[in-house]
């Protein structure tokens, strides 16, 4: 059964920061690519930040570029997106998300966590 968890979501202030982790188990997939979403009330899921397998490469969105770091530790089967400077305009649930196979920018994952909210107070 595959499973992807979030954690390390919560409230805090403008400007701080917030380091999510999504461990990863039962992948089928040797070496899966990893991302992170984020959907917010009333708005669709967006894309955040992805990475792959190796980590040698990522991609942001715009909206988070410089702000946001994806990496991952393959030996503890989990991705992490470090949050930096926050906004009030990041308050969103976080997803993350398992494909096989590296695609930059790609919306079609197979797998789903179920979220981890975070709220940026102004």
């Known amino acids: 059964q595959v499973q992807l968890v979030e954690s390390g979501g919560g409230l805090v202030q403008a400007g701080g920061s917030l380091r999510l982790s999504c461990a990863a188990s039962?992948?089928?997939?040797?070496?899966?690519?990893m991302g992170w979403f984020r959907q917010a009330p009333g708005k669709e899921r967006e894309f955040v930040a992805d990475?792959?397998?190796?980590?040698?490469?990522?991609y942001y969105a715009d909206s988070v570029k410089g702000r946001f770091t994806i990496s991952r530790d393959n030996t503890k089967h989990t991705v992490y997106l470090q949050m930096n400077s926050l906004k009030p305009e990041d308050t969103a649930v976080y997803y993350c998300?398992?494909?096989?196979?590296?695609?930059?920018?790609?919306?079609?994952?197979?797998?789903w966590g179920q979220g981890t909210q975070v709220t940026v107070s102004s």
């Open positions: 990475i792959s397998w190796s980590g040698f490469r990522t």
């Open positions: 039962g992948l089928t997939f040797s070496m899966p690519a």
């Open positions: 998300a398992a494909r096989e196979a590296y695609i930059q920018r790609s919306y079609k994952y197979d797998y």
